[in-house]
Structures are given as structure tokens and as C-alpha cells.
């Protein structure tokens, strides 16, 4: 299966576990001391991962829009959509982690390089096409 259609299987995937995590948290938002209260690190960090499920949903839907409406192909594409989807899987579940185990914190440089790479090689391809069209 091509990339570009893991990136869209993914983004959908995303966005329906944004909807499911809303909905689990919902079940225990209204309890003042869940997770250690509203303002508490370990409750951010469920908030944080149950956004990053939309989030990275819509990135990932951006990459496969991209790729389509530019015909963008090759190594490069590949790598950076490879990129998006292990960014996108690795902020919820270095969330959770953090969430209970507060050292290993060292452990988002992965998918924040994740991202960086994959949307630094999709920019790249974008400017390099719209260069090459007199755009």
C-alpha cells in the first residue's frame, strides 16, 4: 500500500481516537481531583495527547491532500510521510508515558523530530514543485 493511503488510513484513525479519548475523559472531567486536578502535569498530559490525536489527524490528512493535489511522489515523499505517521503515533503514547513516568520526558525529541523531518521534506517538495511550475 503506498504511503500517502497509510497517512490517510492514519489521519481517519486519528481523528475517530481523538473522539474516543474525548470520550473516556469525558466519563471523569467533571471529578475535581482526577488525575491530581485540572492543573495537574499528569492530567495536561492526557489533554495534550487526546489533542494531539486531531492534531496530527489533520496533519497527516494535509500530507495525503498535498500529495495528492501536486502529484508529489518518490523517496522523498515517502520518507516524509513515514515521518508524519511516526509523529503522530509516538506524541499519544509519549504522553501517556509522561504522564506516569515524568522522566521520560527525553523521550518526545522523537516525535517532535518526527515531525520536523516530515514536514520539512513535504515543504521542500511543495516549493521545489511550485518552483519548477512558475508558481
Sequence with gaps: ?????????????????????????????????????????????????????????????????TVQALSLSGLMMQAAGWCLMAGAITVPVCCLLMAHFPRSIPLFSVPVLSLLMGGLLTTIAVARVLKSTGL
Design 1 to 65: 500500500m503506498e504511503v500517502k493511503l497509510l497517512n490517510l488510513i492514519l489521519a481517519w484513525a486519528w481523528i475517530v481516537m481523538g473522539f474516543l479519548s474525548g470520550l473516556v475523559m469525558g466519563l471523569f472531567f467533571h471529578q475535581e481531583k482526577w488525575l491530581g486536578g485540572y492543573a495537574s502535569f499528569q492530567r495536561r498530559m492526557y489533554r495534550l495527547g487526546h489533542i494531539a490525536f486531531f492534531g496530527l489527524g489533520v496533519v497527516n490528512l494535509c500530507f495525503f491532500l
